[in-house]
Antibody, heavy 122, light 108 residues
Framework: EVQLVQSGAEVKKPGESLRISCKGS????????ITWVRQMPGKGLEWMGA????????NYSPSFQGHVTISVDKSISTAYLQWSGLKASDTAMYYC???????????????WGQGTLVTVSS | EIVLTQSPGTLSLSPGERATLSCRAS???????LAWYQQKPGQAPRLLIY???SRATGIPDRFSGSGSGTDFTLTISRLEPEDFAVYYC?????????FGPGTKVDIK
């Protein structure tokens, strides 16, 4: 069974750093891209970027480029989303998800993690 | 960046009725690389349709997708109580792989 299990909810202050994780299991982790999707409170879905776990090649949305870093540790089948200086506007639910179809980023999302709620408040 | 517009914003219908949701793209979506997702409160989204018209695994046949180019439609032939949710379209043909703002289908 394909599963993506995300790390737990976080409460941080503005300016702090944070890394959240997403562990894949039940499939060949390096064969499928992982993507991150933001959902601000009461709002819609926003595609942030994606990573190829086989070689760590990343593709960011211009809206998020430079503000977040997507990485992966394929030895433990885990992807990460990282901030070096959080803002209150980063408060949101963050989903990791797997792109369907092997070896390509132009794919729909077939499996989703349960989401990680990040709250940034002074 | 391809901008997706969904209409209507909210659709109020009764169980058993037919729902027709629209997704319009600012530029042609390559190879019909368009998906539809369903999201219920407190849950992650679920893939319904990919390639504009192919149902994902386990999706009932009351859900159907159609369209090409810039105009796409998700149809729910007869609404079941569990279908009341928010529906998003997404294009995955050209990065960034944008989502539409969503259509909420609620109970009339």
């Amino acid at each position: 069974e394909v599963q993506l299990v995300q790390s737990g909810a976080e409460v941080k202050k503005p300016g702090e750093s944070l890394r959240i994780s997403c562990k894949g299991s039940g499939y060949s982790f390096t064969s499928y891209w992982i993507t991150w999707v933001r959902q601000m409170p009461g709002k819609g879905l926003e595609w942030m970027g994606a990573i190829d776990p086989s070689d760590s090649y990343t593709n960011y949305s211009p809206s998020f480029q430079g503000h977040v870093t997507i990485s992966v540790d394929k030895s433990i089948s885990t992807a990460y989303l990282q901030w070096s200086g959080l803002k209150a506007s980063d408060t949101a639910m963050y989903y990791c998800a797997r792109l369907a179809g092997q070896y390509s980023s132009s794919q729909p999302i077939d499996y989703w993690g349960q989401g990680t709620l990040v709250t940034v408040s002074s | 960046e391809i901008v997706l517009t969904q209409s209507p914003g909210t659709l109020s219908l009764s169980p058993g009725e037919r729902a027709t949701l629209s997704c319009r793209a600012s530029q042609s979506v390559s190879s019909s690389d368009l998906a539809w997702y369903q999201q219920k409160p407190g849950q992650a989204p679920r893939l319904l349709i990919y390639g504009a018209s192919s149902r994902a695994t386990g999706i009932p046949d009351r859900f159907s997708g159609s369209g090409s180019g810039t105009d796409f439609t998700l149809t729910i032939s007869r609404l079941e109580p569990e279908d009341f949710a928010v529906y998003y379209c997404q294009q995955y043909g050209r990065s960034p792989f944008t989502f539409g703002p969503g259509t909420k289908v609620d109970i009339k």
